[in-house]
């Protein structure tokens, strides 16, 4: 058995358990051979090792790398993997997740939108958009019409630049529009009816940047995974490139918080350039929200080029800390230059430029002792949080499932050698023994599952209570207080009277809106979401919770029942297995999850609120009461007709908060109920079956293969002596897997009491 020490014991040890599973699956596959075994003897048992195959194969440790736009999240990526992969410097391009994992080769797999996806993002972008026909047909558009894409090309052309600029960045939603159209032409050959998945790999990776680097071709990507063959991560772990916690997108923060609540570890980066500034305060305190914050490990990326010494780093280094202590109390941090590594692991590649500072960094020991050892105590404290702590998790359920399986063929063999040496006389009053017996186990297994069933009904009415009061419309969490923020929203209106003069109202109002809803979205980036991830882990809290304390007396019906069971079988003279004595382990929740697959709803789907709003609704009444007064003005001075414009506005804005008070109240809803029976229900049960599975796996029904064994008990004594050579050679097996499976007990209790 290879050691299981080093950054690659979690490897050793998965690999230990799936060569045994594979050896117990060839042991079921030739017991199953032999003459007069039941043809679904085996059945559930190869089973059971069919799961651990996939689901370890499928077990991942996620780690999200955060901090500030250009901290040098990309740049520790890079450096992890020995090698300059992720694009780095990309700052707000980053408008995705780029999730990179070990593999067996460079490989880079976009994954793209749907037309659909892309119609709908162009379809919210078009709510009030500036021209009656676009506010009739908002629905109906589709990009790949060549009519439709050359009109909203014609329109977005008229909005004048400085309409698109707001507060020194472009508004989002004119820049899904600007970008979409631009990039149309390159990106249609990729695109299908559904999400597609194109590959890069070998000497065709770095391709992979003409999309995923280009600020104009991203938009049309969802996703992108990345696969390294440098470095010393393991293929377990997948680590997260996130967007910039400052990014102006509110969309951009919610597929960060989509990926934060999977992951297993948060890496926050910390430039030395900037220490902590206010934006990373706001991002950890919706982090602290979330439940997040005791996940976290900060590293200072320290750039050598800014600091005189290693005394001015240290007193850097406490500043921060101090800064960080008002979020997280004691806050363990790491300090290195993830550049200066990288540039030492790609030397011959780098240009003249960077190699000129590489050797200028080189001469200052100090500084690159405090980095090389900052790293060394990182690395050590990585592998410790990535592997070694999740090693009871990953891989302790499945070896104690695969022991359930030897026990249960140790049972087979041991019962039919003892069918074997009996006579037809003495196995039909065994067999009735063991059918009234096996009775009785039937009754208390469908007890025990009425119980866990009673439990499951309990919990969801519980939760269904939790649920309805943290979204009341009136007395909730989340819905009042956004009511209050749209409701309590102020628009400067005098901010917009040039705009009133020079672009007319419609383009006015349009621009009122985009803010109003980047401000709407940021609100709930910030403040909702974090609060709904937060009541979510709370509701899984009390499923864990309530499953644990359901767990003991539904165990021990079952290791009454099993206790019985195997008690007969003892006194028939049949022997009784204890290579497996399990006790009850505490529910994986968040391993239950990726093993189903089920997802919370993504955070930008409490955004989706204004694809409900009645635009023509706004638009007709501020367009109607702009003309009014205007008609009554025309006898008066000019100077009234911006007050008149400025009071239109003030209608139609009180319009347009009404329209998305009720899209909100109606969104929310249908959020409220989703996320009740499409997730919250679906985990009860889930967790139940899971329950239900594992005290199941304990069970074999021995009848049904005893009465295909005492067919043997009358055959010739020259095909009963072939018979029990072969079965006794199945029990040698056993006896060899269970022997290795003591050897790995003990190496892996010792991999955990070096944690």
């Keep these: 058995m290879e050691s299981f020490s080093g950054m690659n014991g979690h490897e050793a040890l998965k690999t230990e ?4 599973n594979q050896q117990v699956l060839s042991l079921l596959e030739r017991a199953g051979s032999l003459p007069g075994a039941s043809p679904h003897a085996f059945d559930a048992w190869g089973n059971i090792c069919g799961g651990i195959a996939r689901q370890m194969s499928e077990e991942i440790m996620r780690i999200a790398v955060i901090g500030a736009i250009k901290s040098g999240k ?3 990526i890079n450096s992890l993997f020995a090698g300059d992969y992720v694009k780095r410097g990309a700052g707000v391009v980053t408008a995705m997740v780029t999730r990179v994992r070990r593999g067996d080769r460079l ?3 976009l994954f793209f939108k749907s037309w659909l996806e892309v119609n709908a993002d162009i379809q919210k972008a078009l709510v009030l958009f500036p021209s009656p026909e676009w506010q009739a047909r908002r629905n109906d558009f589709d990009i790949r019409r060549d009519r439709d894409r050359q009109d909203l090309a014609t329109e977005f052309e008229t909005l004048e630049t400085r309409q698109l600029v707001s507060n020194d960045t472009r508004n989002a939603d004119s820049l899904y529009l600007s970008y979409y159209l631009r990039g149309y032409d390159k990106a249609k050959a990729y695109l299908a009816d559904n999400p597609v998945l194109r590959t890069y790999a070998d000497h065709e990776f770095s391709a992979h940047l003409d999309f995923s680097g280009n600020d104009v071709l991203a938009f049309y990507l969802k996703d992108i995974a990345l696969e390294i063959n440098t470095g010393e991560i393991e293929k377990n772990i997948e680590i997260a490139d996130c967007q910039g916690s400052d990014s102006p997108n509110p969309h951009h923060m919610a597929m960060i918080q989509d990926y934060l609540m999977t992951a297993n570890l948060l890496i926050y980066v910390i430039s030395s350039r900037t220490g902590v500034r206010q934006a990373d305060i706001n991002f950890l305190t919706m982090i602290r929200k979330m439940g997040l914050i005791n996940q976290i490990l900060f590293v200072v990326n320290v750039d050598f080029s800014e600091h005189a010494s290693v005394d001015d780093l240290n007193a850097l280094i406490e500043k921060i800390r101090e800064d960080l202590g008002v979020i997280r109390p004691e806050p363990e941090i790491y300090k290195m230059s993830a550049l200066f590594h990288l540039f030492r692991q790609v030397s011959d ?24 050892e900052g790293k060394a105590r990182f690395l050590e404290r990585f592998q410790r ?6 090693y009871a998790v990953l891989l302790a359920n499945h070896f104690e499932r695969l022991k359930t399986v030897v026990s249960g063929v140790g049972q087979w063999v041991r019962v039919n050698q003892e069918v074997l040496t009996r006579g037809a006389d003495d196995m039909a009053g065994l067999m009735t023994k063991i059918k009234s017996q096996q009775k009785k186990t039937d009754r208390v297994i469908a007890m025990a599952a009425s119980t866990l069933a009673g439990a499951v009904q309990q919990i969801q009415r519980e939760l269904k209570t939790d649920v309805d009061r943290f979204f009341d419309a009136r007395s909730g969490d989340i819905v009042p207080a956004l009511i209050s923020f749209v409701d309590n929203y102020e628009v400067s209106f005098h901010e917009y009277t040039e705009r009133l003069s020079a672009s007319g109202f419609s383009d006015t109002l349009y621009l009122v809106f985009q803010k109003f809803k980047h401000d709407i979205d940021t609100f709930m980036a910030g403040q909702i979401n974090p609060g709904i991830f937060s009541f979510v882990r709370a509701c899984e809290e009390k499923i864990q919770s309530a499953f644990d304390s359901v767990i003991g007396p539904y165990e021990a019906m079952i290791h009454d029942a099993l206790g019985e069971y195997n008690a007969v079988m003892a006194g028939l003279g049949l022997g009784v297995d204890t290579f497996d004595r399990r006790s009850s382990r505490s529910i994986d929740i968040q391993g239950l999850k990726r093993a ?21 609704a706004v638009m007709r009444l501020g367009v109607h009461h702009f003309w009014q007064r205007f008609k009554r003005l025309l006898r008066r001075p000019a100077q009234n007709d911006t007050a008149s ?8 804005v009180r319009r347009m908060k009404s329209e998305t008070r009720e899209s909100i109240l109606f969104h929310f809803k249908n959020y409220r109920e989703n996320l009740k029976f499409q997730y919250i229900f679906k985990l009860v049960d889930g967790v139940s079956q899971h329950i239900h599975d594992s005290m199941m796996e304990r069970f074999h029904d021995y009848a049904q293969d005893l009465a295909q064994m005492t067919d043997m008990t009358t055959a010739r004594q020259e095909d009963r002596s072939r018979l029990s050579e072969d079965v006794l050679a199945v029990s040698s097996e056993v006896a060899d897997i269970r022997h290795r499976m003591d050897r790995f007990h003990e190496a892996f209790q010792d991999v955990l009491k070096a944690r």
């Design 349 to 372: 590649a780098i240009p003249e430029k960077d190699r000129m500072r590489l050797q200028q960094w080189e001469q200052d020991d100090r500084l690159v002792s405090f980095s090389e």
């Design 17 to 20: 358990i799936l060569q045994m």
């Design 385 to 390: 949080v990535a592997t070694r702590e999740r």
């Design 107 to 109: 490989r880079a797999t």
């Design 645 to 652: 414009a400025i009071s239109a506005l003030k209608i139609a």
């Design 74 to 76: 990309s740049t520790l």
């Design 596 to 616: 189903t697959g089920l997802e919370l709803p993504p955070a930008s789907a409490t955004m989706n609120y204004s694809t409900a709003i009645r635009t023509e």
